[in-house]
């Protein structure tokens, strides 16, 4: 099962543009670590909500926001959080491009800044095929 590895770092409006080699189909990805980095004092929220725009709204529900993937943390701690999903999390995908842009927000919904305490977010996806068609 290939593997694929996506690092945010808060950018502006909190969007990180990211770069694939090749595209991906539309498929089932399955969500299995999550790595939260954070620096200095630490990120003061109990959650950081994360855009994924492959993912349609109708694929994350949470009582909290509609179709973001919600990362729960702990309170001002830092360093290194790491959370893992033995069997993965599913996530059903559209059409992954080469190139697309995810968000980091906060707790209250604002986006992360790269002058904040959150470094980055390491998302680690399993999936089943690698081709387009």
């Known amino acids: 099962m290939p593997t694929l590895h996506l690092l945010l770092q808060p950018g502006q409006n909190g969007i990180t543009k990211c770069l694939l ?8 990805l399955h969500l299995h670590s999550v790595v939260i980095n954070k620096q200095a004092a630490g990120y003061a929220g109990s959650q950081i909500f994360v855009r994924l725009p492959f993912a349609s709204a109708s ?8 179709g973001f993937l919600c990362l729960p943390t702990q309170i001002s701690t830092s360093g290194m959080e ?6 993965g999390l599913p996530i059903e995908c559209d059409n992954i491009p080469e ?3 995810c968000q980091l ?3 209250d919904m604002t986006p992360f ?3 904040q305490d959150l470094l980055d977010v390491h998302l680690y996806f399993g999936y089943e095929t690698a081709s387009l068609f």
Do not use: G
Request: hydrophobic letters at 25%; glycine letters at 0%; proline letters at 3%.
């Open 59 to 66: 694929q994350i529900h949470s009582n909290h926001k509609r």
């Open 82 to 87: 790491v959370h893992n999903f033995s069997d």
């Open 21 to 28: 080699s090749n595209p991906l189909k539309a498929q089932k």
């Open 99 to 101: 190139s697309f842009e």
């Open 113 to 115: 800044t790269s002058n």
């Open 105 to 107: 927000l906060q707790n």
